[in-house]
């Protein structure tokens, strides 16, 4: 089946998204033919972390090191060139298929303690099309007898459909910032606000020549109560909105996409900061049977 597993696809009227086994990830999401989010091939394993579900921790944990009741935590180290645990257990595990319809499909894998992990959960994930675009909904079930500690996040890399990115303008949600060691990219500090600062994407800011891997903080709602992140020309672009327990987003522009010979742009919804586990800072706790769920989706922009 290749590194990605089984292709599961769904489709609304001239939407289509695919999705893979492995890693429960989305590899292509177009419209009418036009592609909303960077895709790679099913025989390619995922470049640069793309579609994939980050669970249970978004982004780095430094040193893979992390303290749970007294008990010091050594995770493996998945990011050797930095030495840390990076985006979670799930993007290498084969999901279950729980359901598939033609406009929605759903998937969940039961992970065990293992090293660095001491506790059971299993996580699902469904995605949706309407003809609102592309809704994610992800769930966490604590299966263990002791609370359970985790973060949710996701890695999309939103296209402004045939447009490039670098002639868009990046809006994003967030109010703070958050600094980080440059070379191991683990937070050396608290979130600082972006006011008056490059970092202001509020009202929108153009992204050529911005270079960011950046997690960014305080997301506020808008008056429908989602949190919303847009890539647009002209009004025209593609938004990723969520509920407002995703109130970090990471966004990261690589210099080229693979396989596209063009830059790109990450907008990565998450629950927590990097580093959460050892700063606790908003982190979602489940007590022993609870079971969370939390939302996001991708709208393609047309004007």
């Known amino acids: 089946m290749g590194p990605t597993g089984q292709q599961l696809?769904?489709?609304?009227?001239?939407?289509?998204?695919?999705?893979?086994t492995v890693g429960a990830a989305l590899r292509a999401l177009t419209v009418a033919g036009v592609p909303y989010a960077e895709t790679y091939g099913a025989d390619e394993?995922?470049?640069?972390?793309?579609?994939?579900?980050?669970?249970?921790w978004p982004n780095r944990v430094g040193g893979g090191t992390w303290s749970h009741a007294g008990v010091t935590q050594q995770l493996e180290v998945t990011?050797?060139?930095?030495?840390n645990a990076i985006h979670g257990l799930v993007r290498r595990e084969e999901w279950t298929v729980v359901r598939h319809?033609?406009?929605a499909v759903t998937l969940e894998v039961e992970i065990d303690p293992r090293q660095g992990w001491p506790f059971p959960f299993r996580t699902g994930i469904g995605y949706a099309l309407d003809e609102r675009g592309l809704t994610v909904t992800h769930t966490m079930h604590n299966l263990g007898d002791q609370e359970l500690p985790f973060g949710v996040g996701t890695h999309p890399y939103p296209r402004p459909?045939?447009?490039?990115?670098?002639?868009?303008?990046?809006?994003?949600?967030?109010?703070?910032?958050l600094p980080v060691d440059a070379e191991t990219m683990v937070p050396v500090g608290k979130p600082l606000s972006v006011e008056g600062t490059d970092l202001d994407f509020r009202s929108g800011r153009p992204l050529r020549e911005v270079e960011l891997d950046t997690a960014f903080g305080g997301c506020e709602p808008g008056e429908d109560g989602l949190v919303h992140h847009t890539v647009t020309r002209d009004g025209r672009g593609v938004e990723v909105w969520?509920?407002?327990?995703?109130?970090w987003v990471q966004v990261f522009t690589p210099a080229e996409f693979p396989g596209k010979?063009?830059?790109a742009v990450a907008v990565e919804p998450m629950t927590c900061p990097p580093d959460a586990l050892n700063s606790g800072t908003d982190?979602?706790?489940?007590?022993?049977?609870e079971t969370w769920s939390g939302r996001w989706g991708i709208r393609p922009l047309v004007g």
Do not use: Y
């Open 261 to 263: 010979g063009a830059r």
């Open 161 to 177: 459909g045939d447009t490039d990115v670098d002639d868009c303008e990046l809006t994003l949600a967030a109010s703070t910032v």
């Open 45 to 56: 394993t995922p470049p640069l972390g793309a579609g994939a579900v980050l669970v249970p």
């Open 101 to 103: 319809g033609e406009s």
């Open 242 to 247: 969520a509920e407002p327990v995703f109130s």
């Open 79 to 83: 990011e050797p060139a930095r030495g």
């Open 9 to 20: 696809e769904i489709g609304h009227g001239d939407a289509r998204a695919v999705v893979t």
């Open 283 to 289: 982190l979602i706790v489940l007590a022993p049977g």
